[in-house]
């Protein structure tokens, strides 16, 4: 499956391929660059797909951690019964319950933070690689746009207002 590297490779290709013209303009192959664009509309949902699959993967995560704490402090709780009950250990029972809950609870923290920290990272990455293959895709449409004659540029298809992220 081919990424949008790949696409752009090949806009490139189809540039460097064009017959030049007087004032910086060329003449490309447009059912050549028609197919580059379709496939790239077909290849940006695998991207989304992709991202879709990380967020699925950090709940995923994030749940086992927790589950994987609640285990070991469970385990810690009963542990520290056990060492309780017993008469001539009661208070180093006690004392030692006390530092296996501490410490199941700090590893089920620690646990937590580490596993969002991963997912957060993975979703960054994946939200700056996102990012930079649409800024290339509209960069290279745009100067697609620029070296076609005004009476050449296809008809746009309607599509949507871009989301604002709030960033």
């Known amino acids: 499956m081919a990424n949008i590297e790949d696409f752009l490779d090949q806009i490139d290709e189809l ?9 910086g ?3 490309i192959d ?3 660059m028609r197919v580059v664009v379709d496939d790239i509309r077909l290849n940006i949902p695998a991207e989304i797909k992709q991202a879709r ?4 993967e950090r709940s995923d995560i994030v749940s ?13 709780e009963e542990r520290a019964r056990v060492l309780i009950s017993q008469e001539e250990v009661t208070k180093q029972a006690q004392q030692k ?6 410490q199941a609870q700090q590893k089920g923290r620690e646990m937590r933070k580490a596993a ?7 979703m960054r990455r994946c939200d700056e690689n996102l990012t930079l293959s649409l800024s290339d895709v509209r960069k290279a449409r745009a100067s697609l746009r620029q070296q076609m004659p005004t009476s ?6 309607a599509r949507p207002p871009e989301e604002d992220d709030g960033e």
């Open 25 to 27: 303009r060329c003449v």
């Open 152 to 157: 050449q540029h296809p008809r746009q298809p």
């Open 64 to 76: 086992s951690a927790k589950k994987e704490s609640e285990n070991i402090l469970r385990a810690a």
């Open 30 to 32: 447009s059912e050549k």
């Open 15 to 23: 540039l460097d391929r064009a017959f030049g013209l007087p004032g």
């Open 53 to 56: 699959g990380v967020l699925s």
């Open 116 to 122: 969002q920290d991963f997912v957060d990272d993975i």
């Open 97 to 102: 319950a006390g530092e296996i809950i501490a």
